[in-house]
């Protein structure tokens, strides 16, 4: 195996203002940015506030991008966080206050709910698996199975609910699965091209047999994606692979399921269903004044 690898990937921080700018700009335009025909029914001179408040429990997460979809209509908007990202909510409260030109305020609703509602999903979803893990040294990942667009914005929501993210994309990991194995002969000659193409970058394997498995120790992988495998697999896969190789269990993980593959002591489990699976949180904005 190779010599022990940095931390891969450590929670990022909030992503670029200018790409959640770029974002928010597209989800306006999609949305008639400026073209809002039922706000011209309001003076454009009238002036008020509004608050958004959540109607369930949540964990907030897409302060940014709410922000970002009012003061890109118009920047007299003033916004008024009454917690930050990563704050856990009950039903009922108050997310933020929002005064400004009435207009903006309507036309920007929309977007502003829904990068909230989705990114607080993310984040909710994300906070309930962390805790269903607890204490255990087996660290939870998402995937690279995200709304297309969102990609940044799901992984930094993932953080911020408490889980850890794997691969941000094709171009900070090397993750070798059956289509690529299948392309380049074996798995040894894939595990060696990946060590010539990117020297010191993490090297996984997704094996679908203590076979493959016995390979991917062999040919000196850094990590080894367990797919699909039944429990009599997994046992002797974590014993096989103790000190020589890291682990991770993929594939159909669920909440019933998790408890039981954390008592393998496995290195990693990654979980699809944290953005693939997103519930948006109900949300509500009101004009108040």
């Given at each position: 195996?190779?010599?022990?690898?940095?931390?891969?990937?450590?929670?990022?921080?909030?992503?670029?203002?200018?790409?959640?700018?770029?974002?928010?700009?597209?989800?306006?335009?999609?949305?008639?940015?400026?073209?809002?025909?039922?706000?011209?029914?309001?003076?454009?001179?009238?002036?008020?506030?509004?608050?958004?408040?959540?109607?369930?429990?949540?964990?907030?997460?897409?302060?940014?991008?709410?922000?970002?979809?009012?003061?890109?209509?118009?920047?007299?908007?003033?916004?008024?966080?009454?917690?930050?990202?990563?704050?856990?909510?009950?039903?009922?409260?108050?997310?933020?206050?929002?005064?400004?030109?009435?207009?903006?305020?309507?036309?920007?609703?929309?977007?502003?709910?829904?990068?909230?509602?989705?990114?607080?999903?993310?984040?909710?979803?994300?906070?309930?698996?962390?805790?269903l893990a607890g204490g255990s040294a087996?660290?939870?990942?998402?995937?690279?199975?995200?709304?297309?667009?969102?990609?940044?914005?799901?992984?930094?929501?993932?953080?911020?609910?408490?889980?850890?993210?794997?691969?941000?994309?094709?171009?900070?990991?090397?993750?070798?699965?059956?289509?690529?194995?299948?392309?380049?002969?074996?798995?040894?000659?894939?595990?060696?091209?990946?060590?010539?193409?990117?020297?010191?970058?993490?090297?996984?394997?997704?094996?679908?047999?203590?076979?493959?498995?016995?390979?991917?120790?062999?040919?000196?992988?850094?990590?080894?994606?367990?797919?699909?495998?039944?429990?009599?697999?997994?046992?002797?896969?974590?014993?096989?692979?103790?000190?020589?190789?890291?682990?991770?269990?993929?594939?159909?993980?669920?909440?019933?399921?998790?408890?039981?593959?954390?008592?393998?002591?496995?290195?990693?489990?990654?979980?699809?269903?944290?953005?693939?699976?997103?519930?948006?949180?109900?949300?509500?904005?009101?004009?108040?004044?």
């Amino acid at each position: 195996m190779a010599p022990s690898q940095p931390e891969h990937h450590p929670r990022p921080a909030l992503p670029p203002a200018a790409l959640i700018a770029e974002q928010v700009a597209n989800a306006l335009l999609e949305d008639g940015a400026g073209e809002d025909l039922t706000a011209l029914l309001i003076d454009a001179k009238a002036w008020g506030a509004a608050q958004i408040i959540c109607r369930e429990p949540m964990i907030l997460c897409g302060s940014g991008w709410a922000e970002q979809s009012f003061l890109q209509l118009d920047p007299r908007v003033q916004l008024q966080w009454l917690h930050a990202d990563g704050a856990a909510l009950a039903a009922g409260a108050t997310l933020v206050r929002i005064e400004g030109p009435l207009r903006a305020l309507l036309s920007g609703e929309r977007c502003a709910l829904n990068f909230l509602q989705t990114l607080s999903g993310t984040a909710t979803l994300s906070r309930r698996y962390a805790e269903l893990a607890g204490g255990s040294a087996t660290r939870l990942l998402d995937t690279r199975k995200t709304l297309p667009g969102l990609r940044l914005a799901q992984k930094y929501a993932v953080a911020v609910g408490g889980c850890m993210n794997h691969r941000i994309g094709l171009h900070d990991g090397i993750l070798i699965k059956e289509n690529h194995i299948a392309a380049a002969g074996n798995i040894a000659q894939a595990v060696a091209r990946a060590r010539q193409l990117a020297p010191g970058m993490l090297v996984e394997v997704e094996v679908e047999t203590i076979d493959e498995l016995l390979q991917a120790l062999e040919a000196g992988a850094d990590r080894a994606m367990l797919d699909e495998f039944d429990r009599p697999d997994l046992i002797r896969a974590v014993q096989l692979a103790r000190g020589r190789i890291e682990l991770e269990i993929s594939g159909n993980v669920d909440e019933t399921r998790l408890a039981e593959l954390l008592e393998l002591g496995v290195d990693y489990i990654s979980i699809g269903a944290l953005t693939k699976h997103v519930r948006a949180i109900d949300l509500s904005m009101r004009i108040v004044a």
